[in-house]
């Protein structure tokens, strides 16, 4: 079968991350998938406001996912709205296991993901962003977590769905967040019809994307740090 | 034989594997799951005899008990004031461990002794399993500083700034004329003629940036140098 963009059923778009791209925030970091483009910033630890909602055994993680308004063809309406209200919440419910909150008794880590290029699979692009940013952070976590949208294209499972093929009638999409260590699935979502049988090749796809994209994240974490490995210890 | 995955002063990401045995010991920045050993945090692996830890590279300042830290007053209570330190939490400093006169908490307003904004010296007294903080200023040395300006740097390039001694802090002071006091937490206290506190933030700054290349002594000696002769 061939995809509309020509890709192989197992084959990402092109993969970017660069990490440390804001210098006020405490950590922060740009994940690219194709043409969508997501930037990540990290304030936290630091003080949970409003006071009562303060958890004295862990830390409180919150999550903004915003879309530019020249992120789509057409300008969306900016500031908060249902859909960006829920994937906040999707992307908090997805990074938190990876998180050790415990760490950070009465803190707050906030997480500001926005959408500077929108082309289908945003909220896994943030998630890798994400990640990213709190790792930048220096935020104490179990593992990483790497995202990728796996689905059901014409009839058969596809890794990485585009706009394009996102818009072809009876698409399923299923978006994927993966630990690549603990081997687990954060984040499973699934939009539309799919068989057992495709289900299970199509998270298999997923979950291979995700490794994928762990090696970009991994490569742009330390070459954030190339130069510093020498002397941090020393003198 | 267990057997070491990463070579020392690699730079680890958070849930990468560093070691596979029992022989090994996880320290700070890791933490052993079944047989291995992985890295918690981004950092750079250390490894001593047979302990593992990984110095972090980014993050807050993590209070150690005994550490000197300098701290800004960011809200005064009726028994004690609340410090900005650097870390995750503004801690607090009670009315007992600032000050040695019988304070009436009742009667009196604690903003004669410090207001918000004030920069003071205070020490790490205590710090609780449940990461409660405890300062104190009933050491020598610990007090609150007049005039002068802060510069914060990331507390992970304090070691650096301070030098073998305080060689380097030393250096700086010698040539600049300028008090300097430098905490644990990454805040830096510097009072002197203006033009001497640009030029000790100057070179601050370029130690943060470069704390991790050789030869940095010789910089910033040369830095100095030039900056006295302007």
Redesign the interface.
């Known amino acids: 079968m061939k995809r509309p963009d020509g890709r192989k059923i197992d084959e990402t778009r092109e993969l970017e991350a660069k990490v440390g791209i804001f210098s006020k925030a405490?950590?922060s970091a740009m994940f690219r998938i194709g043409k969508t483009t997501a930037i990540a910033g990290v304030y936290?630890?630091?003080?949970m406001y409003p006071r009562w909602l303060e958890d004295?055994e862990k830390a409180v993680l919150k999550c903004y996912y915003d879309m530019y308004s020249f992120s789509v063809p057409e300008r969306k309406r900016p500031g908060p709205d249902r859909r960006s209200i829920e994937l906040s919440r999707v992307i908090k419910y997805a990074l938190m296991p990876?998180i050790?909150l415990k760490e950070?008794?009465?803190?707050a880590i906030k997480v500001f993901v926005s959408i500077t290029q929108a082309d289908a699979g945003t909220r896994c692009a943030c998630i890798s962003a994400a990640a990213m940013a709190l790792?930048?952070?220096?935020?104490?976590?179990?593992?990483?977590v790497s995202s990728v949208a796996a689905g059901l294209v014409n009839g058969e499972p596809v890794v990485d769905l585009s706009k394009e093929e996102e818009d072809i009638e009876g698409t399923t999409d299923i978006p994927i967040a993966y630990?690549?260590?603990?081997q687990k699935i954060t984040l499973l979502q699934l939009d539309g019809k799919i068989n057992p049988k495709h289900f299970r090749e199509a998270i298999k796809l997923g979950i291979e994307g995700c490794k994928k994209i762990y090696d970009v994240?991994?490569r742009a974490?330390?070459e954030k740090?190339?130069?510093?490995?020498?002397?941090?210890?020393g003198? | 034989m267990g057997n070491l995955l990463v070579e020392e002063?690699?730079?680890v990401?958070?849930?990468?594997?560093i070691a596979d045995g029992m022989d090994f010991l996880p320290s700070v920045g890791t933490?052993r799951e079944g047989e291995k050993i992985?890295a918690?945090?981004?950092?750079?692996v250390?490894v001593y005899n047979r302990v593992i830890k990984v110095?972090?590279?980014?993050?807050?300042y993590r209070p150690v008990q005994g550490d000197i830290v300098i701290g800004m007053i960011m809200d005064v209570g009726f028994s004690g004031w609340s410090v900005n330190i650097g870390s995750?939490?503004?801690v607090n400093l009670p009315v007992g461990e600032a000050v040695r006169e019988r304070v009436e908490m009742l009667k009196s307003d604690l903003s004669k002794f410090f207001d918000i904004g004030d920069i003071i010296v205070t020490k790490i007294l205590n710090v609780t399993k449940?990461?409660i903080i405890q300062l104190t200023m009933r050491d020598f040395g610990l007090k609150k500083m007049r005039g002068g300006r802060m510069i914060k740097i990331s507390p992970?390039k304090v070691?650096?700034l301070i030098?073998?001694n305080g060689s380097m802090v030393g250096m700086i002071k010698d040539a600049t004329k300028c008090e300097i006091a430098v905490g644990q937490n990454g805040y830096i206290w510097v009072d002197g003629p203006v033009e001497q506190q640009i030029k000790v933030e100057e070179v601050i700054k370029m130690i943060e940036e470069k704390?991790?290349?050789?030869g940095?002594t010789d910089k910033v000696k040369e830095m100095l140098e030039k900056g006295v002769q302007t």
């Open positions: 405490d950590g936290g630890p630091t003080n004295p990876a050790v950070y008794p009465r803190s790792a930048d952070a220096g935020i104490v976590m179990k593992d990483m630990m690549p260590r603990l994240q991994k974490l330390k740090y190339a130069t510093d490995s020498i002397g941090i210890d003198e | 002063k690699k730079i990401i958070p849930g990468e594997e933490f992985f918690n945090r981004l950092g750079v250390s110095i972090p590279l980014a993050g807050k995750e939490n503004t449940s990461r992970n070691p650096r030098g073998k704390a991790h290349t050789s940095l």
